[in-house]
């Protein structure tokens, strides 16, 4: 690795979901100025909109800007391209990139990743912008694509993709480079995007879900899906570079508290532990903000923020999009989300490509070796 660190924000982009039809009469408490700035509760204190709230607490209108603002209009397209797409395009440069969906259930973090058949999300369009890019690259370079996908449940870190180790609570390590790493998670070579939605399913089929009163049917954990990108060239002409780079897609658990669920044993037990996750994850965000020298950021305290540590404070260029609805009815969990994003801008990360350099002779050895490879496969 011999790249200069750059200092890089964490974007931050804000999506408004529809309003659901049960919704509609209801008052809205968002407003779009324009594609940066949005305005929650406007003129909330003025005579047309008195003071009533569920808590009896004093309405107040708040401005935010963030680095993307996208209206219930907005296509899966429109914020792929405009939100996630130069992280996609990182990830293929060697960067590590981290993309992650926050906001309280039901406000479409799961439909923005992984979307519906009919309207696919990241997932699937970043997939296959990378396949892409490795038919296009194909003659120049060696590039291997392999997933792994798994799930923080109750603080466990489950393989959605390995039933033989699916009831194994797997545990995190820290390599020689620094790195965290999911110890015996597995990992699938892939070829296409078909590859990939089968094992998304076959994993969404591992998950764990359960009913709550907040959503039906509501996940109650935090789902990771992590792309492993490496490339090597394969022409022994040019001097070139190696890069290895990860792109984490997050579709985080809900961020309401438990409370609002109204949740009793079993199932405030996980809230507790979800709470605890996106608590540090808080927490995590509030300490890389203050820019004290050698401010201690506490990403151990739940298994969320050591997975996340390198997205948010370290080599990886990281998009949050936090989902929200537009409705009265999610007043607090829209409130606490906006405020969330809002200090979550701040972060500064710094972002290094992950290169090696190949001399002209290993060079020409690789192509020797991708030669044989070739060979075999076609046997
Ligand atoms: P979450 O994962 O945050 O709990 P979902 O993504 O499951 O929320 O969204 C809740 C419901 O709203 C789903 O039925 C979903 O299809 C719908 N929905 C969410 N966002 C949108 C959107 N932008 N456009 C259309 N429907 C949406
Ligand atoms: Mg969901």
């Known amino acids: 690795m011999n790249s200069i660190a750059k200092e890089a924000s964490i974007s931050v982009a804000v999506r408004i979901r529809p309003l659901t039809p049960d919704e509609s009469t209801l008052r809205k408490i968002v407003d779009v100025v324009d594609d940066r700035m949005l305005v929650f509760d406007p003129h909330s204190s003025s005579s047309e909109n008195p003071r009533i709230g569920r808590h009896n607490k004093r309405h107040k209108e708040h401005k935010f800007i963030f680095d993307r603002l996208f209206d219930e209009d907005s296509s899966q397209s429109d914020i792929y391209e405009n939100a996630t797409k130069p992280s996609i395009d990182a990830a293929l440069q060697g960067y590590n990139s981290t993309i992650f969906a926050y906001g309280a259930t039901g406000c479409g973090k799961t439909f923005t990743i992984s979307g ?36 923080i449940y109750n603080e466990n870190i489950i393989d959605l993709l390995n039933i033989e180790t699916n009831t194994k609570k797997l545990t995190l390590l820290e390599n020689e480079n620094s790195e965290i790493i999911v110890n015996n998670l597995s990992k699938y070579n892939v070829s296409n995007v078909e590859d990939v939605m089968d094992l998304i399913i076959r994993g969404n089929y591992n998950r764990t879900v359960s009913p709550t009163e ?96 390198f997205s948010l404070g370290g080599n990886c260029k990281t998009v949050m999009i936090v989902c929200i609805s537009p409705s009265y009815r999610h007043y607090d969990e829209t409130l606490n989300a906006l405020k969330f994003a809002n200090r979550a801008k701040e972060i500064k990360t710094k972002v290094v490509r992950n290169k090696t350099t190949v001399m002209k002779h290993v060079g020409s050895y690789m192509k020797i070796i991708s030669d044989q490879k070739r060979k075999i496969y076609e046997l």
């Open 214 to 309: 907040a959503n039906l049917t509501s996940s109650r954990s935090h789902a990771v899906l992590q792309v492993y990108i490496s490339q090597s060239p394969i022409l022994n002409d040019v001097m070139e570079n190696s890069t290895k780079s990860v792109l984490s897609i997050i579709d985080l658990a809900g961020s309401e508290r438990a409370s609002a669920t109204k949740n009793t044993g079993l199932r405030l037990h996980e809230g507790a532990n979800i709470n605890k996750s996106l608590l540090a994850l808080g927490n995590c965000i509030n300490a890389l903000c203050d820019n004290r020298k050698n401010h201690h950021i506490p990403y151990r305290n739940s298994k969320l923020t050591r997975l996340l540590k």
């Open 116 to 151: 519906t058949p009919e309207s696919p999300g990241i997932i699937f369009l970043a997939l296959k912008d990378i396949f892409d890019y490795v038919s296009q690259n194909s003659n120049e370079r060696e590039i291997s694509i392999q997933i792994s996908y798994l799930e």
